[in-house]
């Protein structure tokens, strides 16, 4: 019987800053909202905050989403492992091109188990969750047997690797969209900022959301002062979503 991959993200990378010797500035954060605040404080070298209203990194990066000058969060960014996601789950975030992706491969690592992502809908339902476990075991089968067959027809081949590899990419046309993928995903502060208002808001799909919100925990703990503006609210379907009274600008 197929198995449940469940969700896993983990932060595994994110900007560190070190301001340098000789400016006379200093503020109240570090790491990647302080980068924000430099950048800014660089375009007109205010390094002795001359507007009290703006002396908090917090004040600054709020006054920063005010006017809309968001190119500064480009200068900070975080890097997240995601796994438990669904292939068609994935090529949704991927669709997001101002992020880096490093994806795994279904040419190189074969499908030994049959991990899949079960939609929340048919979760709700046993006799649905086990008509669902029983399409992906055929599909699966289906797979090992497609596997198997290319790869005796190409038993002459010389490079053993590139026999594995060339069944591999024939057998993966198999899998079905529920398939488990994992993957490395980076980008800049705007660029998460703007996906987590597109896949976090109450009408999107429910697994992408819950990768956004999840994400948002991690990058609020990291850099509180440019992602605190997000709330995050239950839905009534069991699931949360997070929302901003900041317009993503991107």
């Keep these: ?70 190119t500064l969060l480009e200068h900070a960014s975080a890097t997240m492992y ?55 075991d055929v599909a699966y089968q289906a797979y090992e047997e497609i596997l198997e067959g290319v790869t005796s027809t190409l038993d002459g081949h010389s490079h053993v690797v590139m026999r594995n590899k060339q069944a591999r990419q024939a057998a993966r046309a198999a899998l079905p969209n529920c398939t488990e993928t994992r993957f490395v995903m980076s980008g800049n502060f705007r660029s ?22 999840t994400c948002l925990r991690h990058l609020q703990r990291i850099a509180p002062t440019v992602f605190d503006d997000f709330s995050i609210t239950p839905l009534v379907d069991g699931g949360e979503m997070a929302t901003s009274p900041y317009v993503s600008d991107m």
């Design 192 to 213: 998460w900022r703007h996906f987590i208002a597109m896949r976090a808001a109450e009408h999107a799909d429910p697994e992408i959301r819950t990768v956004a919100v």
């Design 82 to 136: 995601l796994r438990g996601v669904s292939r068609s789950c994935g090529h949704e975030i991927m669709r997001h091109r101002h992020f880096s992706f490093s994806q795994l491969s279904q040419r190189y690592v074969p499908a030994e188990e049959a991990r899949v992502v079960i939609p929340q809908a048919i979760r709700e339902d046993e006799k649905l969750t086990e008509l669902f476990l029983q399409s992906a």
């Design 1 to 70: 019987m197929a198995t449940i991959a469940e969700l896993q993200v983990d932060l595994i990378g994110h900007t560190t800053f070190d301001p340098p010797a000789d400016v006379p500035w200093s503020t109240d954060a570090e790491d990647g909202a302080a980068l924000v605040e430099f950048a800014g404080r660089a375009c007109y070298e205010t390094w002795d905050k001359p507007n009290p209203h703006t002396a908090t990194n917090a004040a600054y990066v709020r006054h920063v989403m005010d006017v809309g000058h968001t």
